[in-house]
């Protein structure tokens, strides 16, 4: 995503349900990227 030059707002970090990071899309909306914590157990 990065190579992409997509824009994260928040680092990826470890929340009680998985692991959340929040980019923006082409107009500015804030989206939730989230990997939940059953998939990495």
Do not use: T
Request: proline share 7%; net charge negative.
């Amino acid at each position: 995503m990065l190579a992409a030059n997509i824009e994260f707002v928040r680092p990826p970090a470890e929340e009680e349900y998985g692991i959340v990071a929040v980019f923006k899309d082409l107009y500015g909306n804030l989206w939730d990227f989230i990997e939940p914590k059953e998939k990495w157990q």
